[in-house]
């Protein structure tokens, strides 16, 4: 008996609607929410909404905020991630930038819609910002929560400050959701955010964005407010020694 025929483009052109999804995806991750590809692939929302479940729940799509991103998985399937920066050598890179600025110096990500603090470098003359409001929770009110945010699509930054509305931690912390908005949107692209006393009293941080892979990444540093006149410069090293590393592919985003 010959097999039915219907089964088999039905299956194809699923295959084929999946694979126009992730090329979208790869091609701009910084708009990839399910209607911006529905309208980029022109498949029908519903259908890129089952496809987008799909491949995330098979691993080959990860979801931050209101975006899709490739995953580590997909891309080494087409040799897009280099091998692995071991977390031995990136915290030696840490530690040499600390020593170079005498800054406390923090690497990020924002991955599943949160702030993850991945790795930090400080000591005695570099004194680290101590954690006492939950830095997931409070990525409004830091420089390396306001930078992760930063690289995000609009729609991605209001999911998450739905999740983790702002609050006041000190007299300078932004007031509402609307300026930290309005901040953000000001930014140039590329550019350190700073913020002075705005998480904790007496301290004020810099961060960089990183563009590697698809997730969103930041490079920091922090100094005590008599330091402070320090910020910019420190800002504008930090920001030469991330592009080195990081167009040099020295490093990568997982560690």
Not at 216 to 242: C, K, N, V
């Amino acid at each position: 008996m010959t097999p039915p025929t219907t089964a088999g483009p039905t299956l194809i052109g699923s295959v084929r609607r999946a694979m126009r999804l992730l090329e979208a995806v790869a091609e701009d991750p910084s708009r990839s929410t399910a209607k911006h590809l529905a309208r980029r692939t022109d498949i029908p929302i519903g259908t890129t909404y089952h496809l987008l479940r799909t491949l995330t729940h098979d691993g080959y799509l990860h979801r931050v905020g209101g975006r899709y991103l490739i995953s580590a998985a997909t891309a080494r399937l087409g040799g897009a991630v280099p091998e692995q920066t071991s977390a031995r050598d990136l915290q030696a890179w840490l530690d040499s930038l600390r020593d170079e600025t005498g800054a406390a110096i923090y690497y990020a990500w924002y991955e599943e819609g949160e702030v993850r603090m991945v790795a930090q470098s400080s000591g005695p003359r570099a004194p680290a910002c101590e954690e006492w409001a939950d830095f997931r929770r409070t990525a409004h009110a830091h420089a390396i929560g306001q930078c992760l945010l930063s690289q995000l699509d609009p729609e991605a930054r209001r999911d998450h400050l739905a999740r983790h509305p702002v609050e006041p931690l000190t007299p300078y912390t932004v007031p509402d959701a609307e300026a930290l908005l309005r901040k953000l949107a000001r930014l140039r692209r590329g550019q350190p955010v700073q913020e002075r006393e705005e998480y904790a009293p007496g301290t004020v941080c810099a961060a960089i964005p990183i563009s590697v892979g698809t997730v969103p990444a930041a490079l920091a540093l922090s100094l005590p407010m008599p330091r402070a006149d320090l910020l910019d410069p420190l800002s504008h090293h930090l920001r030469r020694q991330a592009e080195t590393a990081f167009t040099s592919k020295a490093f990568t985003v997982r560690v």
